[in-house]
Structures are given as C-alpha cells and as structure tokens.
C-alpha cells in the first residue's frame, strides 16, 4: 500500500472575516483587518477595470509580461532582464526555494520573521537554522557574526527587510558587510556562496533597498510586491529580482502565465504612477507617528517601527492573548503569535486609516497593556 501523503508544512492566517463576523455577532462590515499588513483603500485605478484589456481575457497573458516588466524596471532602477513577474512576493519565495533547496539542504532564517522563509525551505525537505535578531535593545538588529557562521553550510540565507513583525530596517551598510563576510568565507572554503533572498515586501516605507548590492554580490536575489505601499494585495502581484544569470534558474519554475491579465493591468498602472503608492505611504507614516504616541500615552508598550504594522508588547503572553479578544470583540483583527513563539506576549497591529484607527485607539483604552 502506498503511504498517505505528509502535509507539508503550510502558513496559518488569523480567521477569515466571515467567520469573525458570525463568531463575535458583528455586522461584516465593521471588521478591520489589522493583522495583515495591507493598505486601507486601493489605488484609484478605475480606469484600468473598465477598459479594455489587451490581449482580452480570453487570451492568455504575454508570456514575457512586457508592458509590467517595462513599468517594473523604471520603478525598481534594474533592467527589464532582471526581473520575473510572480503572483504575489509569496510565490517568488516559493520559485526562489525551489531552485535553490533539495533535501539535504540548509536555509539559514535570521528570526523572529516572517514564516514563509521556513515553510517553502521545509516544504523542499532542506533543514532550517535559525539565527535569533538582537534584542529590542539592539533594535533587532542582525546578528551578522552568528548569521555568517550558520550560512557556512547554507545554500540559502533568507532575509526580510525592513523585517515583519519586528518592523525595523537594518543600516543598510550592515547588510553589504554581512553578503561581504559570506562571499570571502565561502572563497576560502572553495565554495559557492550562498544564494542571499532579500524580501523587501515593505522596502517603500523606509525608501531604501539593497538592490544595489547586486553588482557586488551575485547571488542576491531581492524580492518585492504590489501587496503593501501599493495597496493591491487583491491582484497578488511581485516580483524575484536579481541579476539574469541568478534568475535564469529561479525562471523555469514558475508555472506559465501565473500572474492574471487583470492583476498584471493594475500592477503596469500603478508602478507607472509612482504617485499613488507614494501618497499610500505618506499617508501611513503619518498615521503611524500618530497611533505610536497615542498608544504608548495609553501605557502601551509599541516598538518603533519604520513599516506599515507595529509591535506591541505586553506584561505576559495571557495579557497579548486578553487584549487580542477584546479588541476582536470590537471586530479590530490583531496578529497573534502562538504560545512558544517569541513573541507570543506581543501583538502586531497595522497601521489604517484615520478612522480605523481611531476605533483601534478608543478600544485600547479599556485594555491593559
Ligand atoms: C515579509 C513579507 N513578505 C511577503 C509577504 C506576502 O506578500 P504577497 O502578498 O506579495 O504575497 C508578506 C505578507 O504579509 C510579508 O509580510
């Protein structure tokens, strides 16, 4: 008899909104989703649903995607050579996985991060190393000693930056000294240096990125969306970027077409209207010094944070887990992290509109930090 498949490996969400409504007796529509990083209103991009698509919707997309790629590569400063189009940054990090791990394999994840990192490198039989960050103290910062030692037997370093929850960006010097530390052990080792993934999923809130390094350090492979500054986590459009030899192999294992002819119109109309993600997150930075010093007056424990969610700790695991219900009671979704977890006495909030936030802001006052 053939044994049953394993299940893999695979990602948890908070509840769907449907479910919550039911649960806690709350109209639909009075349900803020504040666990998962997006944006309060999409682009007003109406024009692009009501024209024409060309090809049309009965044809598939252009297997090159070239009018996205064009707008990708003058929005990103790279050649249009060095960039794949993926449905969402999540199945870049999935391509990237694929054709950097087997079994046997070693992923190196600088932690506490965000959880894909470890379940694609699992879900392709490799064992994952994890490098803790520094303490809140260090500002989380990366521990490049310990992450240079773990990546010795490595084929994969996976870092996020600015990293989720933790919601701060590395000096961007630290990271070219860290892919600097990787390349010279690994010549004097006799050994190919590690493929470094880079997901900059929230890169266009702290307005830096380290695609750069790429003419330095060759297998830097940078990982980008439309999910966040460019509010259309509806159309799951991102992007692998990294030098063409790197990508070459990254390339054959995407599926064909994998990003729609919808999702690919809205994503060219958006990077080609740099404005709009622009105005997106202004409007969150602005949002974001607001709720860190309204929080924190309330006795509130945030963290700085240069994204668009913030980290808060509280005095135990049982008062995260406390205020997380009341909060849902009031149809306000936080992020929780199971018991075990690092930060299983944290919740992370994103930051939303004005209004959103007021309501986030008048709920905490009845929650114990
Ligand atoms: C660090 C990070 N990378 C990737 C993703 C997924 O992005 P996408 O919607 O483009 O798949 C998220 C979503 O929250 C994220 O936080």
Same mark, same amino acid.
Request: proline residues 9%; contains cysteine; hydrophobic residues 45%.
């Given at each position: 008899?053939?044994?049953?498949?394993?299940p893999?490996?695979?990602?948890?969400?908070?509840?769907?909104?449907?479910?919550?409504?039911?649960k806690y007796?709350?109209?639909?529509?009075?349900i803020?989703r504040?666990? *998962?990083?997006? &944006?309060?209103?999409?682009? /007003?991009l %109406? @024009?692009?649903? !009501?024209?024409s698509? =060309?090809? $049309?919707?009965? #044809?598939?997309?252009?297997?090159?995607?070239?009018?996205?790629?064009a707008a990708?590569a003058?929005?990103?400063?790279?050649?249009?050579?060095?960039?794949?189009?993926?449905?969402?940054?999540?199945e870049a990090?999935d391509?990237i996985?694929?054709a950097?791990?087997?079994?046997?394999?070693?992923?190196?994840?600088?932690?506490?991060?965000?959880?894909?990192?470890?379940?694609?490198?699992?879900?392709?039989?490799?064992?994952?190393?994890e490098?803790?960050?520094?303490g809140?103290?260090?500002?989380?910062?990366?521990?490049?000693?310990a992450?240079?030692?773990?990546?010795?037997?490595?084929?994969?370093?996976?870092?996020?930056?600015?990293?989720?929850p933790?919601?701060?960006?590395?000096?961007?010097?630290?990271?070219?000294e860290l892919?600097a *530390?990787?390349? &010279?052990?690994?010549?004097? /080792?006799? %050994? @190919?240096?590690? !493929?470094?993934?880079? =997901?900059? $999923?929230y890169? #266009?809130?702290?307005?830096?990125?380290?695609?750069?390094?790429?003419?330095?350090?060759?297998?830097?492979?940078?990982v980008r969306?439309?999910?966040?500054?460019?509010?259309?986590?509806?159309?799951r459009?991102?992007?692998?970027?990294a030098?063409p030899?790197?990508l070459?192999?990254?390339?054959?294992?995407?599926?064909?077409?994998?990003?729609?002819?919808?999702?690919?119109?809205?994503?060219?109309?958006?990077?080609?209207r740099?404005?709009?993600?622009?105005?997106?997150?202004?409007?969150?930075?602005?949002?974001?010094t607001?709720l860190?010093?309204?929080?924190?007056?309330?006795?509130?424990?945030?963290?700085p944070s240069?994204?668009?969610?913030?980290?808060?700790?509280?005095?135990?695991?049982?008062?995260?887990?406390?205020?997380?219900?009341?909060?849902?009671?009031?149809?306000?979704?936080?992020?929780?992290?199971?018991?075990?977890?690092?930060?299983a006495?944290?919740?992370?909030l994103?930051?939303r509109s004005?209004?959103?936030?007021?309501r986030?802001?008048?709920?905490a006052?009845g929650?114990?930090?």
């Amino acid at each position: 008899m053939i044994a049953p498949v394993k299940p893999p490996p695979t990602y948890a969400w908070e509840p769907t909104t449907d479910f919550l409504a039911a649960k806690y007796g709350l109209p639909r529509e009075s349900i803020v989703r504040f666990d *998962v990083n997006t &944006s309060p209103l999409p682009p /007003d991009l %109406r @024009e692009v649903l !009501t024209g024409s698509f =060309d090809p $049309a919707l009965c #044809e598939y997309p252009p297997s090159d995607y070239a009018a996205l790629v064009a707008a990708a590569a003058v929005a990103y400063g790279v050649g249009a050579d060095e960039l794949l189009p993926t449905a969402g940054a999540d199945e870049a990090l999935d391509l990237i996985a694929r054709a950097s791990l087997r079994e046997g394999s070693v992923a190196v994840v600088a932690t506490p991060t965000y959880a894909m990192y470890r379940i694609v490198s699992e879900q392709r039989g490799a064992s994952v190393l994890e490098v803790p960050r520094l303490g809140p103290e260090e500002g989380f910062r990366l521990d490049i000693v310990a992450l240079a030692k773990a990546a010795r037997g490595a084929q994969i370093v996976w870092l996020c930056e600015p990293n989720n929850p933790t919601g701060v960006s590395e000096p961007p010097e630290r990271i070219g000294e860290l892919l600097a *530390v990787l390349e &010279s052990d690994a010549a004097v /080792d006799g %050994r @190919e240096a590690p !493929t470094v993934a880079v =997901d900059e $999923a929230y890169a #266009e809130f702290v307005g830096r990125s380290v695609l750069p390094l790429r003419y330095d350090y060759p297998k830097l492979v940078v990982v980008r969306t439309l999910s966040k500054a460019h509010a259309l986590a509806g159309a799951r459009v991102g992007f692998a970027v990294a030098r063409p030899e790197t990508l070459a192999p990254i390339v054959s294992f995407r599926a064909p077409a994998s990003v729609g002819t919808v999702s690919a119109a809205l994503a060219t109309a958006s990077l080609s209207r740099p404005e709009l993600a622009a105005g997106n997150v202004a409007r969150i930075a602005e949002q974001r010094t607001r709720l860190l010093s309204e929080l924190a007056e309330l006795g509130w424990r945030p963290y700085p944070s240069q994204s668009n969610f913030i980290l808060i700790r509280f005095s135990s695991p049982k008062s995260a887990a406390a205020a997380a219900e009341t909060l849902l009671r009031c149809g306000l979704v936080p992020r929780t992290f199971g018991s075990g977890h690092p930060f299983a006495d944290c919740l992370r909030l994103t930051v939303r509109s004005a209004q959103e936030n007021d309501r986030l802001i008048e709920a905490a006052r009845g929650i114990p930090a």
